[in-house]
């Protein structure tokens, strides 16, 4: 929980007095970046549910939809200037306005361990000052990102071979030396299926809800990072929310990041629906095993660095494992 929503909470645990008679129902926009009723809108849909059915009277979520009634690309910036007031992306999806956010994918530590050891402070600092908004709830965690293709590879090696990206995957991906190209997700069947990408990235879950698993031929395996999908707010509607208000939405989000652990039997459910699927696994071990994270991690890191050398080197002291100078 965020430290803020803790302390809302708490308040209002100890003052009952606090009052809210004759305040007016309230009614939130919000939107989300990934498809409506996949696997990663899934959570943000309960939250709603959630906040619906408990704020009956007090407050709503009016649920825009998803990329049908806006880009992927463009939900930070909705959020950020007031358009709509709740969001669900990641943060790949907004690195224009917060290079930082894509950094999540490289927490190697659980959540609840980056929340005492300060780095969920820190992170939460950033999304004030560049997204003006508050962190409610990751809901996705510990779901590996991994390559999947339709031309077979022998070694990590994609020389010759152009992948779908979004920043996610892009400096891993150059450095295996693969053509890039950025597409939102809803153009990655198209894509695939006129040949213009020879394979793309995603995370291990989810490739069922898009029908991709008809245009796939292989994943790579190890997988890499862990993939991130949050529940964002406007700061400015927050904080024009009374204490009733803030603990319903703070409390359906503890409710659904609760929930996060549950993505590694998703994990493993999707696994077996690709072998069923006829994906065949293409298999690194040992050396280039190692050698393939050892990439990813550090490619990923050089990558956030790059953009923000202050914030990215602190960063990688809270979220990276065993990380030494
Ligand atoms: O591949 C993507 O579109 C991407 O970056 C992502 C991030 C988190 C979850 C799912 C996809």
């Known amino acids: 929980m965020d430290n803020r929503l803790v302390a809302v909470t708490a308040a ?60 992927p690309f463009e939900v930070g910036n909705a959020l950020k200037t007031g358009v709509v007031d709740i969001a669900n992306a990641t943060g ?48 996705i965690d510990n779901n590996p990102f991994h390559i999947y293709l339709n031309k077979p ?11 779908r990206i979004t920043p996610v995957y892009r400096d891993f991906f150059q450095a295996l030396g693969a053509t890039v ?3 939102a997700p809803g153009e990655v069947y198209t894509a695939l299926e006129r040949g213009v990408v020879d394979g793309y990235g ?34 400015a509607t927050w904080s024009r929310l009374n204490d009733t208000q803030k603990k319903l939405i703070a409390d359906a989000a503890r409710a659904i990041e609760a929930q996060a652990a549950e993505t590694v ?13 006829g994906i065949a696994v293409i298999e690194f071990t040992g050396a280039d095993a190692e050698a393939f994270r050892a990439t990813a991690y550090e490619t ?20 990276a494992k065993a990380y030494s100078r």
């Open 92 to 139: 790949a999806f907004y690195t224009n306005l917060m290079p930082e956010a894509d950094a999540w994918k490289l927490t190697e530590r659980p959540m609840v361990e980056i929340r005492e050891n300060g780095g969920y402070a820190y992170m939460a600092a950033l999304y004030d000052q560049k997204l003006n908004a508050i962190l409610l709830a990751r809901h």
């Open 265 to 277: 039997r998703e994990n493993e459910a999707d696994i077996a629906r690709q072998k069923a699927a």
């Open 181 to 183: 190209v950025q597409t």
């Open 202 to 235: 995603w995370p291990i879950t989810g490739i069922f809800d898009l029908g991709w698993q008809e245009k796939t031929k292989y994943r790579v395996d190890p997988g890499f990072y862990s993939a991130e999908v949050s529940i964002l707010i406007n700061k």
């Open 12 to 71: 209002l645990v100890l003052s009952s007095s606090v009052h809210v008679a004759g305040a007016q129902e309230v009614t939130l926009k919000g939107i989300t970046a990934f498809a409506e009723k996949t696997f990663y809108s899934r959570g943000f849909e309960r939250f709603i549910e959630k906040v619906n059915a408990d704020g009956k009277g007090v407050i709503q979520i009016n649920y825009i939809g998803g990329p049908k009634a806006m880009p």
């Open 300 to 319: 990923g890191w050089a990558g956030i660095l790059k953009q923000s050398p202050v914030h990215g080197a602190k960063l990688r002291e809270f979220f």
């Open 153 to 163: 590879i022998s070694k990590p090696d994609l020389t010759g071979l152009k992948l």
